[in-house]
């Protein structure tokens, strides 16, 4: 299994460049199921995950080629001959659950196996089932799949219980194409929602309100092929910024969309770090005087993010006084403390809440990644810690971060892996 090997220290300077966001691509893949005509999406991040979700899409009888500018997607659902997402590949990640909503909406049957329990807590999917229920799906459950059949969905007055941001999107691609309005509340207002709305606008969606808790929908009977640009990864431009304040570099982070980012841009300034929006697409941050503790608490958008919770402890351990973390979201998502503990992090846990005391001197050690956003906070670790760190099991990393070791060696990091060159053959067999 890949490793990389980290040595720390090395201020980080220059210019570096985030990929198009994963967590939008995913669904606006999906998406491309509710027509049978030409879906082109450019900006798609190389990442494991959008494998994974392009070997689902084809398995199921999509065709799913390059298409003519570099990281551009070309997806045709002419015919689905198998509307089945199977369980080999829902295992190794949860999001396949987004092809429930537009199979079941397209073809009227969809067998989908049920994601197990997760690394990073339950993850359930009821609020998916829920709403589809209400939309006159009928599903059952059986050996591990969901069955779900329907003869025309009809529009329906959804309120979701808990923001659920997979559950916004399934219930979204299923409402484009149902009879009549639905009325969705509590949505979540991630970016990444809005991402998927205006493509399916631009396929002929009739789509109010994506980006705020109150989304209304006309179905429509049809849907036609749409070209479109995914948004810039904010998970992985907050990463950066991250990594340019806790090395006490000059970083600018380029080709991300700074509004999206507020959050974790006012976090970093509360913290000591100067960070400035040098315009609509670009972000600086630079060292300021010694990092200083300020607490965050995980919230759902426009809220700090449970997905940059691990890259911010790794900055705290960093700040004078008591940092206090609180994970809103996803209950056992501090898998990351007991790897930062072993390089010298001095970090308590406690329920939901993690209390960081820094600064701690970070000592280089071999540690493992357990999840995608745990990974990136080791990695934020070993690019400070005195010595060479080596990081096992990358390959949670290369879910979620486009050849994250390139792009960070390109702005000074000393940072190689070890094995094989991504993308290997194989898929991980446990990414879940
Ligand atoms: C998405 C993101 C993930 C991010 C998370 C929260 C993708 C592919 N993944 O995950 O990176 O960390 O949002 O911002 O976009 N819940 C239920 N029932 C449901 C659905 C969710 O109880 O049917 C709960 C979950 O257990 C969790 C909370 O709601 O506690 C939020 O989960 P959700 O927003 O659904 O996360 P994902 O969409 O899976």
């Not at 490793?3 to 994963?22: D, H």
């Not at 999906?30 to 999406?41: G, N, R, V």
């Not at 999206?260 to 300021?288: C, T, W, Y």
């Not at 995608?372 to 934020?380: D, F, G, N, Q």
Request: aromatic share 4%; net charge negative; glycine share 10%.
């Amino acid at each position: 299994m890949d490793k990389f090997v980290i040595r720390g220290g090395n201020p980080l300077t220059g210019t570096i460049r985030v990929s198009g966001a994963k967590n939008s691509a995913l669904p606006c893949m999906a998406a491309a199921i509710l027509t049978e005509d030409e879906i082109i999406l450019e900006n798609i991040p190389q990442v494991w995950d959008i494998a994974t979700q392009r070997r689902l899409l084809s398995s199921m009888g999509a065709e799913v080629r390059p298409a003519d500018a570099p990281n551009s997607t070309t997806i045709r659902c002419r015919t689905l001959s198998d509307p089945v997402a199977k369980y080999e590949i829902v295992k190794t990640m949860r999001a396949s659950s987004l092809v429930l909503g537009p199979l079941i909406a397209r073809t009227g049957v969809a067998r989908v196996a049920m994601p197990g329990g997760c690394a990073i807590g339950g993850r359930p999917i009821d609020l998916h089932i829920k709403g589809l229920e209400k939309m006159g799906v009928t599903i059952t459950q059986e050996h591990g799949y969901l069955d779900a059949r329907a003869e025309r969905l009809h529009g329906a007055h959804i309120v979701f219980d808990k923001i659920t941001v997979t559950g916004t999107e399934d219930l979204l691609m299923a409402a484009v194409l149902a009879e009549g309005e639905t009325l969705m509340e509590n949505c979540a207002r991630e970016p990444e929602v809005a991402d998927l709305a205006a493509l399916l606008t631009a396929m002929g969606a009739k789509i109010e309100g994506a980006g705020t808790s109150t989304i209304r929908v006309q179905g429509v009977s049809r849907l036609h092929g749409a070209r479109y640009r995914i948004n810039p990864d904010r998970i992985e431009a907050g990463t950066f910024l991250v990594a340019g304040a806790i090395t006490g570099g000059d970083l600018t982070v380029a080709n991300c969309n700074p509004e999206h980012l507020s959050a974790v841009i006012a976090k970093l300034q509360e913290a000591g770090a100067r960070v400035d929006i040098l315009g609509p697409d670009s972000v600086r941050v630079r060292a300021g005087e010694q990092l200083r503790a300020a607490g965050i608490s995980t919230e759902e958008y426009p809220g700090f993010p449970t997905d940059m919770q691990a890259q911010y402890m790794a900055l705290a351990t960093q700040a004078e006084g008591v940092s206090v973390i609180e994970e809103n979201i996803f209950e056992n998502r501090f898998m990351h403390v007991q790897e930062l503990v072993r390089m010298g992090a001095n970090i308590k846990v406690e329920g939901r809440t993690a209390t960081v005391r820094g600064p701690a001197k970070l000592s280089a050690a071999a540690v493992m990644c357990s999840d995608l956003r745990a990974s990136a906070s080791l990695v934020l670790a070993a690019l400070i810690a005195d010595g060479e760190s080596i990081l096992d099991r990358v390959y949670h990393m290369d879910r979620g971060y486009e050849r994250i070791e390139e792009k960070l060696a390109g702005v000074g990091a000393q940072i190689r892996r070890m094995g094989n060159i991504f993308p290997p053959r194989d898929e991980p067999a446990d990414a879940a």
